[in-house]
């Protein structure tokens, strides 16, 4: 076994708030739920607005976003608050 050198462990990650983000189309997101925070998200938007003034990012499931991407499939996505979004 090749030993290899010792580097530390790697930082932690900081959520950045979707909001901020110049780009989220295809970024690992985390949802703020009233039930606890929801894992293992994509955007597949950009940040709009819904037509009354807020601004959403819509997003998929890891899951389905893959299989959108790979087999071609469609998946209806959800629409969230964007500041509920957050960047993993």
Not at 48 to 72: K, P
Request: hydrophobic residues 40%; aromatic residues 12%.
């Amino acid at each position: 076994m090749a030993k290899y050198p010792y580097f530390g462990i790697p930082p932690s990650r900081q959520p950045r708030p979707a909001a901020e983000e110049p780009a989220l189309t295809g970024k690992r997101v985390v949802l703020s739920s009233p039930e606890g925070f929801v894992y293992d998200m994509r955007a597949v938007s950009e940040l709009r607005t819904d037509g009354e003034g807020n601004l959403v990012v819509d997003v998929l499931s890891e899951i389905h976003f893959f299989e959108q991407r790979v087999a071609g499939g469609y998946h209806r996505p959800v629409v969230w608050p964007a500041h509920l979004v957050w960047i993993d």
